[in-house]
């Protein structure tokens, strides 16, 4: 199949190209490099440069290319800056999945899977998380992923497009080959920058609030491999292309670790003793994020593969510390 994947060039969107063209299908990407980088880039992918937003340009690309499906990763994603910038997020992640729509509908493209996120549920009401628990997200960033799964829902109805919505929990590690991995900047996930300590580019990793109603007092978390979330991806757009009804899925590990569980691994995969400070908490963490992915498991039939925490590390760290500058000449 010819899958048109948006914001291809970025962290989790790069390993799903890798994976789609490794299975043998056609892949076009559009991305504006905001965040994503154009070395991630899988050299068999047809590249545009270009915004979501741009509606002549968006159909243009339908035009051109007459892909089968569409995978949409392409959005803002950093939850501090979505709460300082609330409208930087409708606009990229509402308006961008609006204009989009526009052109599948104009374009006769009825098919689509998208990134959600864990944040659309804010404090969890019972752990494991399933789907159908209250949405209440505590961020703008989360907000704006509901109103999109939303906007999806009522113009599947209308329009007879179907979708496919992932919510990914802590998207985590990097690709076995060692060519793609995670580079954003700046960078605000956990074990990143567990890793730039080892890596001397930091002289500690702050631990945001002990005092949580948790074993050890730290944030609890369900870290899934990048991997195992593009393999996701290719299960969702099958899924859809067998002409299953529209839907929501979870996608994690089904098990937490703590902030300092997730040090000390990184302290045995690193050999390194990585120095942690307690700080202030950050606002809007919940205490504990574990997902039930059973659905997942049983309607898509998607199984991960990394599902221990050290291997997970371990490729993380296989990518870092070979580009301690991401995608930057080292
Ligand atoms: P990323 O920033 O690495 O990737 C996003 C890509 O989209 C980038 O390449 C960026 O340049 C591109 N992009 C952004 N806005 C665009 C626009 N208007 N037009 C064209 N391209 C645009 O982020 P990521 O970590 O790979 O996340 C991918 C998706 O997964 C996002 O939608 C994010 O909300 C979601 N998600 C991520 C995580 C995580 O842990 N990383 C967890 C849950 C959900
Ligand atoms: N965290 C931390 N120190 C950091 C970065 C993150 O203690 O420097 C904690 C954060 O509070 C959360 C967990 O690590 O409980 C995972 O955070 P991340 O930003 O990676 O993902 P999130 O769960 O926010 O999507």
């Known amino acids: 199949m010819k899958v048109l994947v948006l914001g291809g060039a970025g962290y989790i969107g790069s390993h799903t190209v890798y994976e789609l063209i490794d299975n043998g299908h056609k892949v ?43 995978i949409h990763f392409a959005a803002n994603s950093l939850v501090g800056e979505s709460m300082i910038n609330p409208l930087k997020y409708y606009d990229n992640n509402v308006c961008g999945a609006k204009v989009l729509l526009e052109a599948m509908v104009a374009n006769g493209v009825d098919k689509i899977v998208f990134s959600s996120t864990a944040a659309t549920y804010g404090e969890p009401e019972r752990i494991p998380i399933l789907e159908t628990d209250k949405t209440e997200p505590t961020n703008t960033y989360g907000e704006t992923k509901l109103a999109m799964e939303k906007m999806f829902k009522w113009t599947s109805k209308a329009h007879h497009l179907r979708y ?14 060692g060519q793609i991995g995670e580079a954003h900047s700046p960078e605000t996930h956990l074990i990143p920058l567990i890793l730039q300590v080892p890596m001397g580019k930091r002289s500690h990793i702050s631990i945001f609030g002990d005092d949580y109603d948790t074993k050890d007092g730290t944030c609890v978390r369900d870290y899934i491999h990048v991997t195992d979330l593009a393999s996701a991806h290719i299960k969702a757009v099958e899924y859809l292309m067998d002409g299953k009804e529209s839907s929501i899925f ?48 049983t309607v898509l039939g998607w199984e991960p593969k990394y599902t221990d925490i050290e291997s997970i590390v371990e490729s993380a760290w296989n990518w870092h510390k070979n580009h301690p500058n991401g995608f930057e000449r080292n």
């Open 164 to 177: 496919v919505s992932l919510r990914y929990f802590n998207a985590c590690g990097a690709h076995v080959s």
């Open 250 to 297: 979870n996608l994690g590990n089904g098990v937490g670790f703590t902030v300092k569980e997730v040090i000390d691994v990184a302290r045995k995969v690193t050999g390194d003793e990585i120095r942690a400070e307690i700080a202030p908490k950050r606002a809007g963490d919940p205490a504990k994020l574990i997902a039930s992915s059973e659905k997942a498991r």
């Open 28 to 70: 076009v990407i559009v991305d504006n490099l905001e965040t994503g980088h154009l070395e991630a880039v899988h050299p068999k992918a047809v590249f545009y440069k270009g915004d979501v937003r741009d509606r002549s340009f968006l159909n243009q690309v339908f035009q051109d290319e007459k892909v089968d499906a569409v």
